[in-house]
């Protein structure tokens, strides 16, 4: 691979989702979906750049940004074959090489959603040189080039790199047949879409029904403020859907331990699959207590989208607190880090069910499970891949779903490039979307 | 309380302690201890500014600085009644109620960070206020003042404001008689400065006999980069403090679980009292499993320095991971998050040896360690206070030990403050030390 990295343009990328309540729940009453954007170019002929991305809700989107300026010593002026020729070496030097970086984390917080850009911008610009798909260029590494993707340190008393080679072992003569099942049925999604926590009943309603009609079968509420709001909304949904329909319940961090377990039992009688944050996303022990209280009643837990690194993800894995991995690709610091993790929820058997939504996120996560099933996991039981109706228009390549279930995407790339005109009217605070007001 | 915050000003200082290895260890090979420091100014008459600061190892302090400056509207405009009337509900606005804010950790990495400094500003503008130290204002609150500081959201599981209350009821009445015993003997100190990584041997063999003339007892020695050379080191730092000294020794994160394990039992001829940061700081069970193997060799495990919040405080604490429990006094949301930990560890029955060093950390915890003597353990078998002997003379109030004990602070404020033309100096990248190159 020729060519050198030889510019890091980093934009502040706002959408005002808050003026429509689309987003809200428990904890983010009015996120404002944004994104710190990166652009890599190199010297290469063939112009091509390198975008990626990773979503906050809004204020400190800025800090992001500063946290991707100090990143950029480490990437300009490489040769673009450092990169592509040791890829899990240059993302862990970018994760957590610089002693000095590493200090602000570690690999947590603003500076993990930092590398997350970066390194998945690093990931676009391999997979559009190669022609590929994302999913597709990491589908065709072998066993031993996905092993040296990951960062193993922290890992070695749940899976050693050994292990995780095996396994992938065992999976790569099967591949090309699960390619093709997915090519030809795509990827089970389910909807985020018809729940949001601002949104009244009658809405509630309105939007099981259409997402009946556009070939869903699982849906998602946001519940946790109001607990007689809570229990009229599940049974409003499980009318809606069906005893047929799969709920899911997600409460966004926003109960204590105790709390979780007496509030998730009270809504048993409505079948949820999981409820998902129930506590804070750092109390892997107080997910291990929600586990067991609920497992009796058949609900799982689930959460992801606030768990930063592999070495969380490690012990939430190892202790059943979780029974769905929720991974996300931007709050992690990117796709190496989302093939530790797809390694890890291997290991124990729990299903990934990757965080979407947001800006972005359902266009990268669907490289995800593809990927998962393709080569890592095998398996599509108890598993899809969020999907939120939001902000897929501004994308070159977006996310497209049919019958409820992921397409396979065709387009070189991690499906993250965002149209010129969009990045333009969505900067902030000097785009028109924002100079303006309301738009 | 009456007074408005009428500005903030956050500066970026940096210190070229890389230039002399002092402050090396297995994994920060070259730290520039550095601060992203905070100027609160009100339009009271007496004049009075809030300093605080938050420490880094030197690049990405800047990242830090935005964080700060993303806490700007949570801060100009209030009065600073809106603090000292409410300061847990003051504090928990700054580090979480701000959604969008929150997104960005939560409560940890680059905004905790910021939170912390913002935070300790405000307590030493109080303290300065009230003409009292930190420390001394801490103890003379009530103990439903002190339930009051603390987020009690995610702990209630393993500690709630009842119980809390009820424990500080108890030390109530013997306050005086500790804080008595404490102005007339100072708090127990442990030195690190005798066996930094980078140190040659013959360096650290002087070290720890200057620190014996010096009063000391407690030793730290850095270990982990080099099997061979560790041995070495414990034997020979053993032999200059005798069997009746005694020793820590800290790998600062550098191992994977079971190599932790197999390394350390290794020194147990030497008697180390415990073994610090051993592994991943998000390695809660991880923690358990090395504490578990160590313990029938009489080693303990320590870490704290880059544990970010009460939550993960809460686990470790409750689930034995640690038997000694390092608190830092800016890596968590400043003086309320200590707090926290303070009552959790006394909860459990876990000694505190705060984290120090760096710069401006031995004047911060010193406040945190005589607090809780006086007024939330009552205990101090098993503690000292961590101390290293660098950068002291740029503050105004120094910390001060004298016979291997920290002496009492006795100046108004959180003893945070540094001198203008150290902070005019060592301005990043426009002061002195920086515009010269090696000073």
Redesign the interface.
């Known amino acids: 691979m020729n060519g050198t990295l030889t510019a890091l343009r980093v934009l502040d990328v706002r959408f005002p989702t808050s003026r429509e309540l689309d987003g809200s729940d428990a ?6 979906y944004s994104a710190a954007y990166v652009i890599l170019a190199t010297d290469r002929d063939d112009g091509l750049e390198g975008h990626g991305l990773t979503f ?5 989107n ?3 940004v ?2 991707i300026e ?1 990143l950029r010593p480490l990437l300009v002026g490489q040769p673009l074959a450092a990169f592509t020729e040791a890829p899990g070496a240059f993302h862990r030097q970018l994760a957590s090489g ?16 930092a590398v997350a850009a970066v390194v998945n911008a690093l990931w676009d610009l391999w997979a559009k040189i190669e022609g590929k798909p994302l999913w597709k260029l990491l589908s065709d590494l072998s066993p031993a080039q996905l092993v040296e993707l990951v960062d193993w ?5 749940a899976l050693t790199p050994e292990e995780a080679r095996r396994s992938l072992d065992r999976l790569a003569p099967t591949r090309a047949a699960r390619e093709g099942e997915l090519r030809e049925l795509g990827y089970p999604a389910y909807t985020t879409s018809v729940g949001w926590l601002g949104y009244p009943d009658e809405k509630v309603a309105r939007r099981c029904r259409e997402a009946l009609a556009a070939g869903f079968s699982r849906f998602k509420l946001k519940i946790g403020a109001n607990r007689a709001d809570d229990l009229r909304r599940v049974a409003l949904v499980r009318r809606e859907i069906g005893e047929a329909g799969v709920l899911m319940v997600d409460a966004n ?1 926003r109960w ?4 979780a377990i007496e509030w998730v039992s009270a809504l048993a009688p409505a079948r949820p699959l999981w409820i998902e944050e129930p ?8 997910h291990v ?1 929600i586990a067991r209280a609920l497992a009796p009643l058949g609900i799982g837990v689930a959460t992801g989208e ?1 768990i ?2 592999r ?2 993800w ?2 939430l894995l ?2 059943r607190a979780v029974s769905f991995c929720q991974l996300d690709f931007c709050r992690m610091s990117g796709v190496n880090e989302m093939v530790a993790t797809l390694l890890l929820a291997s290991r124990f058997g729990v299903p990934v069910c990757p965080h979407a939504g947001g800006v972005g996120l359902c266009e990268y996560v669907q490289h995800a499970s593809i990927f998962d099933y393709i080569a890592v996991s095998g398996a599509l039981e108890n598993r899809a891949i969020e999907y939120v109706d939001h902000l897929h228009e501004h994308f070159v390549d977006p996310c497209v779903i049919r019958g409820g279930r992921y397409q396979v995407p065709t387009a070189a790339g991690a499906s993250i490039t965002m149209k010129a005109e969009s990045l333009q009217a969505h900067a902030f605070p000097g785009g028109a979307i924002w100079r303006n007001g309301r738009s």
Chains 1, 2 share one sequence.
């Open positions: 904890m983010n009453a009015d996120p404002d906050t809700i809004g204020r400190g800025e800090v992001v500063a946290g100090a610089d002693a000095q970086l590493r200090w602000l984390g570690p690999e947590k917080g603003v500076m993990q959603l340190r922290y890992l070695t008393d961090q204590d331990v105790g709390q506590t804070s996303p750092d109390d892997i022990l107080g207590a606030m930063s690194n070495v969380v490690k012990q190892a202790s």
